[in-house]
């Protein structure tokens, strides 16, 4: 059977964030890696808009700032993803909050 890939159940691609921290910044080593249907080998990745960096492959490391979002053939473009050059950033953990979660701030720099 299918794994659904979102909370939801839904198709769409999803874009997952390593270390899974919000926003993402450079100096964290960023990997992204893209997840939906179809061949990883037709993964499209994209900064600003712009078709970049090694396609066919469903892992980016992250060397400059941007907005990245990547695409699958079976579910369509990500949500997109984006990784500041910030020295100093608040962040929450990458996932779904829900008010009455308990949460962890970093404040880092």
């Known amino acids: ?3 659904p890939l979102s909370p939801t159940g839904a198709q769409t691609t999803q874009l997952l964030v390593e270390p899974p921290w ?3 910044v450079l100096w964290d080593r960023v990997t992204l890696t893209c997840q939906g249907l179809g061949a990883t080998s037709a993964t499209t990745w994209y900064k600003d ?3 970049w960096g090694q396609q066919g ?3 980016l490391s992250v060397t400059m ?3 990245y979002t990547c695409d699958r053939p079976g579910t369509g473009r990500s949500p997109p993803v984006t990784v500041l050059d910030d020295p100093l950033v608040l962040q929450v953990p990458a996932r ?3 008010e009455g979660d308990t949460v962890t ?3 880092r720099g």
């Open 1 to 3: 059977g299918w794994c």
């Open 22 to 24: 919000r926003p993402a």
């Open 49 to 51: 808009g712009q078709r």
């Open 57 to 59: 492959r469903d892992h």
């Open 65 to 67: 700032s941007g907005t």
């Open 96 to 98: 779904a909050l829900l």
């Open 105 to 107: 701030l970093r404040c």
